[in-house]
């Protein structure tokens, strides 16, 4: 394993860099104040960019600090052609010992369906398999959210099973429905 943290990452339309504090703005309104797209994260509900700093703890001199470390892995998804902020996405719970790691994403309504997230996770899948070394990527969806686990599907990571009513997000108790990839199938295709 080698931890490179949140490097800059290109796609023939987006850019995912690290977050910095004037994406504030953008990203609260571009995604997290649709309650379509916080529906199914576990963020407490923001309803004003300070619910962002002061309810939530993100772009807080502590979150921001974090990028220091070198498994931390949170870009900020900009679209290439007007330079917007349009979502976030997230390598959570990196484990060296078993040498996997979650994935997670969110993106404003605007720009759903069109294949961005698609895009962005073949290049975040990529790039833990080739620059971090991971041996193992997944992902969980909730049930009554299948558009991501179409993304997850996609970017040819396997179905693994659905955990009935193991997780809440803001929208209450769901169904988990995990799919994950490994380095050997990766690179066998």
């Not at 797209?37 to 921001?64: C, G, H, Q, R």
């Not at 993106?107 to 193992?136: H, P, S």
Request: some cysteine; hydrophobic content about 35%; proline content about 3%.
């Amino acid at each position: 394993m080698e931890h490179k943290g949140t490097v800059v990452l290109e796609t023939k339309r987006l850019i995912l860099r690290p977050f910095c504090m004037e994406d504030l703005e953008q990203i609260y309104y571009n995604c997290w104040s649709d309650k379509d797209v916080w529906k199914w994260t576990n963020y407490v509900p923001m309803n004003s960019v300070e619910d962002v700093i002061n309810t939530a703890n993100m772009f807080t001199e502590n979150w921001l600090g974090a990028y220091q470390r070198p498994n931390r892995y949170s870009w900020a998804i900009q679209l290439k052609e007007s330079g917007e902020v349009i979502g976030r996405y997230f390598g959570m719970n990196p484990d060296d010992k078993v040498s996997q790691v979650e994935l997670a994403y969110e993106m404003g309504k605007e720009w759903w369906n069109k294949g961005l997230m698609t895009e962005a996770t073949k290049k975040v899948i990529d790039f833990f398999f080739r620059e971090v070394g991971f041996n193992r990527i997944y992902a969980y969806h909730a049930g009554g959210n299948p558009a991501s686990g179409r993304v997850m599907q996609k970017c040819n990571m396997v179905y693994e099973g659905t955990l009935r009513q193991a997780g809440r997000c803001n929208n209450g108790i769901i169904d988990k429905v995990c799919y994950s990839i490994l380095l050997s199938e990766y690179f066998s295709e």
